[in-house]
C-alpha cells in the first residue's frame, strides 16, 4: 500500500503558499509513515524539498504529537542522524460501516487499534443515527480526532455525496456535508465495497498495484484498485456489477431487470436454490457452485479486461468464503489464456466483518494526514 497516496508527492511543483505548506506537510507525514523515509535526509532525497523546510515541517508535526524521535540511527560518517517515527497515539479516528444494520462504529487509534465500539440507534432519519453514533464515540476519545470515516451503501460521488442508495431512500443525499454540519469534524465518505477493497489491497505485498474485492450478500458488488489507487469510475459506479444480466429469462431483479447476477450469485439467490433443492449439505453445496459458476464467468471477464492479478471474495456469511473462493478460482482459470491464468490469485477475504471499518478507517488516515496504514 506504500504507492497508494504518492499524489501528494506527485503534486508538489503545482501547489503554492499556504496549500504548497499543506501538500509537503501530507508528503513528509506519508513518507514516515510508509517507513520510505526515516531521517530528515531520507525526507529531504525523497520529496525533493530543501533541508530548512524539512526541519521546520518535522518541527511543526513534533509539536503536534503526530512526530517523534526514536533515537539516534547508524552513521555513514559524521554524527548519528536521528530516526523519526509516527506517534501511533496522537490522533484518533473514527470509522462507520453502514453496510450493515444498525451501522456500526469505532473509535480507534492511527494503527487501527480499537478503543470503543457502538451501534446506531434503529428506526428514524439514518443521517441522524449517523451523527448521534460518531457524538457517542466522540465523548469517549481521549486523543484530537482525525476525522470521521464512512464506507455507505449505494454509489457516492467524491465530494461525499450518496448519489444513490435505494435501500435507505437516498438520491443525491450529501451525506458527508450533512455530518459535518452536525458533528464539526471532518468527514469522508466512500462507498462500502470501495473502502473494503482499501483495506484489502493494504494487506497485499508492496509490488501488488491491483485489486479486485468483490462483496456478496444480500446483493453484490466490488471495489476495484488499479495502478495502486482507488478507481470509482466517471459516475461512481465502477464495480457495481451486480446487475449485468446473465440470465436474460431469468428472475426479476430488484433494479427492474430480470436475471441481473444478484439473482443468482448473492447469498438470497443462495439461499432460494438450496430450499429449491430440499436443503442439506448436498443442496448447499450444489446451490454454492451454480451461484460460483456465474460469478467466476462475470469476473474472469473483469479480470481479463482490467489485467489484474487478486481477486478477494468478501462472503457476509461464515462458511461460505472459502468454499465461493475456490469454485471462482476453478471457473476463472477457464475462462482466461493460459499464459494469465496463473497469475490470478483468489481468495477469500481474511476479516470480511471488519473490511468496511478498515476502509473507513483508512479513508480518514488518506484524507487528514496524508497517510498509509502505518
Known amino acids: 500500500m506504500s504507492d497508494l497516496l504518492l499524489g501528494p508527492l506527485r503534486s508538489l511543483g503545482s501547489a503554492s503558499g499556504h496549500d504548497a505548506r499543506a501538500v509537503n506537510r501530507r508528503s513528509v507525514l506519508h513518507a514516515i509513515a510508509s517507513g520510505a523515509a526515516v531521517t530528515r535526509a ?19 508535526l513534533s509539536t503536534d504529537g503526530l512526530v517523534i524521535e526514536l533515537g539516534p540511527g547508524i552513521s555513514a560518517g559524521g554524527k548519528r542522524p536521528t530516526l523519526l517515527g509516527i506517534d501511533l497515539s496522537a490522533r484518533q479516528v473514527i470509522a462507520i460501516d453502514m453496510s450493515v444494520r444498525p451501522f456500526v462504529g469505532v473509535l480507534a487509534d492511527l494503527s487501527g487499534t480499537e478503543h470503543a465500539r457502538e451501534v446506531a440507534s434503529q428506526g428514524g432519519d439514518p443521517t441522524e443515527a449517523l451523527a448521534a453514533l460518531v457524538e457517542e464515540l466522540a465523548v469517549r476519545a481521549s486523543a484530537p480526532i482525525a476525522g470521521v470515516g464512512v464506507g455507505a451503501p449505494g454509489l457516492v460521488a467524491a465530494d461525499g455525496t450518496v448519489i444513490e442508495a435505494a435501500h435507505l431512500g437516498w438520491s443525491d443525499h450529501p451525506l458527508r456535508a450533512l455530518l459535518e454540519a452536525e458533528t464539526g469534524l471532518p468527514v469522508w465518505v466512500a462507498n462500502d465495497a470501495n473502502a473494503a477493497a482499501l483495506a484489502e489491497f493494504g494487506r497485499l505485498p508492496t509490488e501488488r498495484d491491483a485489486l479486485v474485492l468483490v462483496r456478496i450478500g444480500d446483493g453484490i458488488g466490488a471495489g476495484l ?14 464495480g457495481e456489477f451486480g446487475h449485468l444480466v446473465v440470465q436474460p429469462d431469468g428472475l426479476p431483479c430488484a433494479c427492474g431487470n430480470t436475471g441481473c447476477l444478484e439473482t443468482v450469485a448473492s447469498l438470497p439467490a443462495i439461499d432460494r436454490a438450496i430450499a429449491a433443492r430440499g436443503d442439506g449439505e448436498e443442496a448447499a453445496e450444489q446451490a454454492v457452485a451454480d451461484a460460483a459458476e456465474h460469478l467466476g464467468a462475470v469476473i474472469a471477464h473483469l479480470v481479463a479486461i482490467l489485467d489484474v492479478g487478486d481477486v478477494v471474495l468478501s462472503v457476509e456469511r461464515d462458511g461460505y468464503g ?14 482466461l489464456l493460459r499464459r494469465v491464468a496463473p497469475n490470478v490469485a483468489v481468495r477469500a477475504a481474511q476479516d470480511p466483518g471488519g473490511l468496511v471499518l478498515d476502509g473507513a478507517h483508512a479513508l480518514v488516515l488518506a484524507g487528514a494526514l496524508g497517510m498509509v496504514r502505518p
Not at 225 to 238: Q, Y
Open 42 to 60: 531520507d525526507l529531504a532525497r525523497l520529496t525533493g524539498l530543501a533541508r530548512p523546510t524539512i526541519s521546520s515541517l518535522v518541527d511543526e
Open 225 to 238: 484498485v488499479l495502478g495502486a489507487r482507488p478507481h470509482v469510475g466517471s459516475s461512481a459506479a465502477a
Open 322 to 335: 472459502e468454499l465461493m473462493a475456490a469454485q471462482v478460482a476453478a471457473v476463472v482459470r477457464t475462462r
